[in-house]
């Protein structure tokens, strides 16, 4: 069983920074990919940030090179340092890990930014 616990989320105010973190814990074998979503009030879960096992990063159009997604592979963690932070990236934030045929969920962390 795998387990991912997601961190660092909380109140910011526009223009502040958040790292967020996702441990994943349970049988000790290494992801594909790993990943950041996030779900506003009243919307679709969308794609924030992913990487791979080899490091290749993609982003979501709306980060424009505000946020940076890292991994440590040995601890399969994953870690998402948000910058410039907007109230529109006010969400839950939801930890993703991909191995072949299964994906894992985190339970999410609120991300509010005020203005």
């Known amino acids: 069983q795998v387990q991912l616990v997601e961190s660092g989320g909380g109140l910011v105010q526009a223009g502040g920074s958040l790292k967020l973190s996702c441990a994943a814990s349970?049988?000790?074998?290494?992801?594909?990919?790993m990943g950041w979503y996030r779900q506003a009030p009243g919307k679709q879960r969308e794609l924030v940030a992913t990487?791979?096992?080899?490091?290749?990063?993609n982003y979501a159009d709306f980060v424009q090179g505000r946020f940076t997604i890292s991994r440590d592979g040995a601890k399969n963690t994953v870690f998402l340092l948000m910058n410039s932070l907007k109230p529109e990236d006010t969400a839950v934030y939801y930890c993703n890990a991909v191995r072949p045929f299964l994906t894992y969920w985190g339970q999410g962390t609120q991300v509010t930014v005020s203005s």
């Open positions: 990487i791979s096992s080899g490091g290749t990063t």
């Open positions: 349970g049988r000790a074998l290494s992801f594909n990919a």
